[in-house]
């Protein structure tokens, strides 16, 4: 009886370690090209100034959440164009942990509404209903994260 299955060569076993590169590769490629530029302008809008103009307009708002003013990039970022813009400003900022961990929920909440909105038309939610359902919904898991943060002491 002849065996159905033929011997693997080490090419077949290399296949899969080589294409998995590649595919980390061309990813890693799209994300430099969204966080690389993301992070310039941060860098650039802090060095004139303008960050700090920013952040005092929205800082009011923001401290119900527990954020400084300067997440309100993120935030737009987060919620405007998508999760990896928001991560190279996250980067590029000085924020402690508890305030990463109330922006990435606030952003999971509500990210890419200008994509995605369209997108859920389909499923017959009008787009104007699906954003302030998320953005408002951004906003209350927000709210009671940092609500539990100040009741629990952290």
Do not use: D
């Amino acid at each position: 009886m002849e065996n159905p299955i033929p011997p693997q060569t080490p090419k077949n076993h290399l296949e899969p370690i080589w294409q998995g590169t590649v595919k980390a590769l061309q990813t890693l490629l799209i994300l430099a090209k969204i966080v690389i530029p993301v992070t310039f302008v941060l860098v650039a809008l802090q060095q004139l100034g303008w960050l700090e103009r920013v952040a005092g307009l929205f800082s009011p708002f923001l401290n119900l959440f527990g954020l400084p003013g300067e997440a309100a990039l993120p935030l737009l970022l987060g919620f405007f164009v998508n999760i990896y813009a928001a991560m190279g400003a996250i980067a590029v900022l000085q924020l402690s942990p508890r305030e990463i961990t109330v922006i990435a929920l606030m952003i999971l909440t509500c990210h890419a509404l200008l994509m995605e909105s369209p997108v859920l038309k389909f499923t017959g939610l009008p787009p104007v209903t699906s954003v302030l359902l998320r953005i408002g919904g951004a906003f209350f898991f927000g709210f009671l994260l940092n609500l539990a943060y100040i009741l629990l002491g952290g």
